[in-house]
């Protein structure tokens, strides 16, 4: 089942425009949950999310908060009580294409959820990555449907043998990967750039700073640049389905001792007890 415009529906009824914006302009914003055995992992804070992303490109739903969160419940209830993922988008809607707002258009929504497995292999052995340059827009905290320089980014970096790129501004400040954020970890105090328009506020990022206050672990929101990245101890990104994951090589160098790091799994074990 899809939820299509407020109605859980199948595949075949969903009918979506060649002119929806969404297709034209990637005129839109999404969010990614996460379900545990069938529950919406921190959903108030996607919800908080996806209202700001809204907010930011001024789009204005028919439905309010309350109704929306009860159609995702809904919808998360066709998977039953499975691991998975949950997505959804809204975009500006149907028009004839125009750069400029239409004047009468309604959203379009669009959700449905898959099932998705932890990905135990990633999150206890790590993964590769490269530094690319973070061509990307300067409004990064809004979840747009834009995603064209993540792509290819993302692209780049499978091609070189590695999983994720590391997204660095052309200033030398490492801001975050293609579709996750990231950490790093020196001298037992984990460092991450600040919230603001260079990247997004992830929610497992979220989860992690408040893991690392319960576990007594520094946690300092503060950029850093390429030398200080290379250097770290450890080096982790967050997203809602890989969790934390290690990052043991950058460009095909290691990081540390090119094993994941202790801070890291201390992490991750307090994240396991929480969801499992
Ligand atoms: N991406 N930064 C970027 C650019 C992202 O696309 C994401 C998530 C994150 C981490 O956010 P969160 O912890 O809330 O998932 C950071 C999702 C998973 C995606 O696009 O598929």
Request: with cysteine.
């Amino acid at each position: 089942m899809l939820l299509w415009n407020g109605k859980l529906v199948e595949e075949e009824q969903v009918r979506v425009s060649y002119r929806d914006r969404g297709y034209y302009f990637g005129d839109g914003i999404y969010e990614v949950f996460r379900l545990y055995q069938g529950n919406l992992f921190e959903k108030e804070a996607h919800l908080d999310r996806l209202y700001n992303s809204l907010r930011e490109i001024k789009i204005e739903l028919k439905w309010n908060r309350e109704q929306l969160s009860e159609m995702l419940d809904e919808l998360a209830a066709t998977l039953g009580q499975q691991d998975g993922m949950l997505y959804i988008q809204f975009t500006r809607g149907e028009a004839k294409r125009a750069h400029i707002f239409p004047e009468v258009c309604e959203a379009v929504m669009l959700g449905y959820c898959e099932p998705l497995a932890r990905p135990a292999d990633l999150i206890e052995n790590g993964i590769e990555a490269i530094t690319l340059e973070d061509i990307r827009w300067l409004r990064c905290h809004i979840k747009s449907l834009n995603l064209l320089a993540n792509t290819l980014a993302k692209q780049e970096a499978v091609e070189a043998g590695a999983k994720e790129a590391i997204l660095i501004r052309s200033d030398d400040t490492v801001t975050e990967c293609t579709a996750s954020n990231l950490l790093i970890v020196k001298d037992g105090v984990i460092y991450t750039h600040p919230n603001g328009n260079l990247i997004l506020d992830g929610i497992t990022k979220q989860v992690v700073k408040r893991l690392a206050g319960e576990l007594d672990i520094p946690y300092v929101e503060q950029a850093f640049g390429k030398q200080q990245l290379v250097d770290a101890d450890e080096v982790f990104l967050t997203n809602t389905t890989m969790e934390a994951t290690p990052i043991i090589a950058i460009d095909g160098r290691p990081v540390g001792t090119g094993t994941p790091g202790a801070v890291t799994r201390r992490l991750q074990v307090a994240y396991v007890e929480m969801v499992e």
